[in-house]
């Protein structure tokens, strides 16, 4: 069930080829499968960042598990690379912020991982 949502204030010349690389980078990076990561994408008008406008981001991670320090950072190193590189916003323009949800506060099929998974 990871998800990776961005908010920028400039889109991607291509937006399905970019979240098709992003869904592929984040799946290796958050150490899950492909078929469940969310990868999403929204354009904002306009985003002030240090007093000022211009090309900034905002990325919010969540992930049951696999939330820890050293993944944070390779995280925040390989999608802000593809970030500096499809948006040119530099890694000083935004952040990343990290969620560990618990299975049973995540629906999914009707039901909550933590059935699912038996827990």
Known sequence: MPSLEITADKTPADLDAFLKNLSAVFSECIGKPEAYCMVIFTKADRIYYNGSSGASFLAKVTSIGNIDND?????????????????????????????????????????????????
Do not use: C, H, P, W
């Open 71 to 119: 993944r944070n950072a390779n995280l925040s190193k390989k999608i802000g690379a593809e970030l500096e590189k499809e948006l040119g916003v530099t890694l000083d323009r935004g952040y990343f912020f990290f969620s560990d949800a618990k299975a049973s506060d995540t629906g999914y099929k009707g039901n909550t991982f933590a059935n699912l998974m038996g827990l």
